[in-house]
């Protein structure tokens, strides 16, 4: 069938919006029309090439939507059904699923599933972002990459849960091991890291240090739940050294749009004795190099820890946030600053580059 899909065919491009010609659901595979889409940084780091990825590509990986169509012995869902899409989707069955680490799934891959061949467009296959490819009308993806939600849930907030939210909770819930009373910082207050505050709200922590360039965002952060929020790390520092003097923080989670090695040492020493840092953001992949007091990490027996969605099990935590956002104990609605079409992809960035967004939702007609 005809559809249509934003394209990224070259680095450094403006996304394209254009008919493109998806495939009938294979083997495994289900047909979903898209409903809402997240505009989440991670997309454009495949624009600026601060991270590789296949050319020419459907981008999107946020996003939520109805189930179309289902080929051939697809058993977890059926036409009709609402569902959010997942980038990382768990076979079950490997090493890390089975010790609660799906989101590092070893059979994650879905080449075998030829699910990134689904749209051609111009005379060639196009790849999908995530396997996903949600800049689109429509697509073609495993079933293994869908969670099924219930009907109540609106779309727009619903897609958020495919990457911002699971992402941003769970480096503060999961990775950075929050507990009641511990002190938080994070660094980069937008769409992903104003989650990891609601994660560290949730999880009972004390102080929550939101570190924020942009005003807006820094007033968002505390209607989101920090309890302070500055400018610049060393305004958190200060803080801390005023607050939780020869404590520090007990967590500092990285979320800013673009990560930078130079800046770890500072991060790092946010936090005191047995401190956790958790890295959410993505780093330019050319960039392998990091600048930290190595002999004070070790004597201060403190973790640095990557992101992977999260650490989230998606088959867990999804319906868990679901609940939380039923319960009014998960701010969603008030995520989407604005809300865009398609064909406004590229203004939907530069109001996220511009700091405008907490987070952009493109959402399409049903
Ligand atoms: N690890 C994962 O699984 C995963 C998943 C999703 C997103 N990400 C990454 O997380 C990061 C954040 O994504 P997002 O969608 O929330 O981006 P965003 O653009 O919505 O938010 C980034 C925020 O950082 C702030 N910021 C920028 N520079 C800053 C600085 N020097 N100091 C303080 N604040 C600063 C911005 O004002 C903005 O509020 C990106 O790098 C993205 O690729 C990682
Ligand atoms: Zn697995
Ligand atoms: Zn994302």
């Known amino acids: 069938m005809s559809t249509r899909a934003a394209i990224l065919w070259g680095t450094g491009e403006k996304w394209s919006v254009e008919d493109v010609e998806l495939a009938d659901p294979g083997p495994g595979q289900v047909r979903v029309k898209i409903r809402a889409t997240g505009l989440c940084h991670s997309d454009d780091h495949a624009v600026t090439g601060d991270m590789p990825t296949p050319l020419p590509l459907v981008g999107g990986h946020e996003g939520a939507g109805v189930v179309e169509a289902v080929g051939q ?28 680490r799906s989101n590092l799934c070893l059979n994650a891959s879905l080449q075998e599933y030829g699910a990134s061949k689904s749209f051609r467009a111009r ?71 104003v989650n990891s505050i609601q994660g560290a709200k949730n999880a009972g922590a004390n102080l929550i240090i939101a570190v924020d360039t942009v005003e807006i965002k820094r007033q968002k952060a505390l209607e989101f739940g920090a309890t302070h929020a500055v400018g610049s790390i ?23 749009g673009v990560g930078d090695g130079s800046k770890l040492g500072e991060i790092v020493d ?67 600053t604005q809300t865009y079409t398609l064909d406004q992809i590229n203004e939907g960035y530069a109001d996220m580059h511009a700091g405008k967004n907490l987070r952009g939702v493109i959402e399409f007609s049903a």
């Open 73 to 100: 012995g697809v058993t977890r869902v059926a036409p009709g059904d609402h569902v959010i899409l997942i980038f990382q989707p768990p076979c079950g069955y490997c090493r890390n699923c089975a010790r609660g």
């Open 123 to 193: 005379g060639q296959e196009i790849a999908a972002t995530g396997d996903l490819g949600t800049f689109a009308d429509a697509t073609v993806i495993s079933e293994r990459c869908v969670v099924k939600m219930d009907k109540d849930i609106p779309f727009n907030v619903a897609a958020l849960l495919g990457c911002a939210v699971t992402t941003g909770w769970g480096a503060a819930v999961y990775l950075a091991e929050v507990e009641p009373g511990d002190n938080v910082v994070v660094i980069g207050s937008g769409g992903v890291g």
């Open 234 to 256: 060393e305004e958190a520092q200060a803080l801390l050294a005023d607050l939780a003097p020869g404590r520090g923080a007990d967590a500092a989670i990285l979320s800013v």
């Open 270 to 336: 946010l936090t005191g004795p047995a401190g956790i840092t958790v890295i959410t953001s993505v780093s330019p992949i050319a960039s392998d190099s990091v600048n930290m007091n190595l002999a004070m990490f070790t004597l201060t027996q403190k973790t640095l820890r990557g992101n992977v969605y999260g650490g989230v099990q998606v088959h867990r935590d999804i319906p868990l946030l679901l609940d939380l956002y039923r319960q009014g104990k998960l701010k969603l609605d008030e995520l989407i």
